[in-house]
Nanobody, 116 residues
Framework: AQLVESGGGLVQPGGSLRLSCAAS????????MKWYRQAPGRERDLVAQ????????NYTDSVKGRFTISRDNAKNTGYLQMNSLKSEETAVYYC??????????WGQGTQVTVSS
C-alpha cells in the first residue's frame, strides 16, 4: 500500500500547479487526506486537509483563496490545486492519508520550485 505524488515542478511566481496523490493498495475514501510542505531547513507544515467524503476542507491562512484541496474517491486520488504561487512556497509537498484507527500513509514527496 502506498501514496504516490506527482505534478510538481518549476513554475514562475504567480503561476499554477496541480499536484496529484494516487493511492494504491488501500481504499482512499476511508481516509482523511492532508497536504504538507517542507522547505529546506524548516519543519513540515500542514497546508490543507479534506474529509473522507470531501464535504469539508481546511487551509492554513497563508494559502486561503489560492489553493484548493479536492479528491476523487472513485479514482482513489487526491489533488492540490495551487494558484498565484509565491517564491517562499518552494518546498517538497507531501500527501498524507489517515483513518480513525491510527493507520496512516505518507507519499514520497514532490518538489515544487517557484522561481523566475
Amino acid at each position: 500500500a502506498q501514496l504516490v505524488e506527482s505534478g510538481g515542478g518549476l513554475v514562475q511566481p504567480g503561476g499554477s500547479l496541480r499536484l496529484s496523490c494516487a493511492a494504491s493498495g488501500f481504499t482512499l475514501s476511508y481516509y482523511v487526506m492532508k497536504w504538507y510542505r517542507q522547505a529546506p531547513g524548516r519543519e513540515r507544515d500542514l497546508v490543507a486537509q479534506i474529509t473522507r467524503a470531501g464535504d469539508n476542507t481546511n487551509y492554513t491562512d497563508s494559502v486561503k483563496g489560492r489553493f484548493t484541496i479536492s479528491r476523487d474517491n472513485a479514482k482513489n486520488t487526491g489533488y492540490l490545486q495551487m494558484n498565484s504561487l509565491k517564491s517562499e512556497e518552494t518546498a517538497v509537498y507531501y500527501c498524507h492519508a489517515a483513518n480513525p484507527y491510527k493507520l496512516d500513509y505518507w507519499g514520497q514527496g514532490t518538489q515544487v520550485t517557484v522561481s523566475s
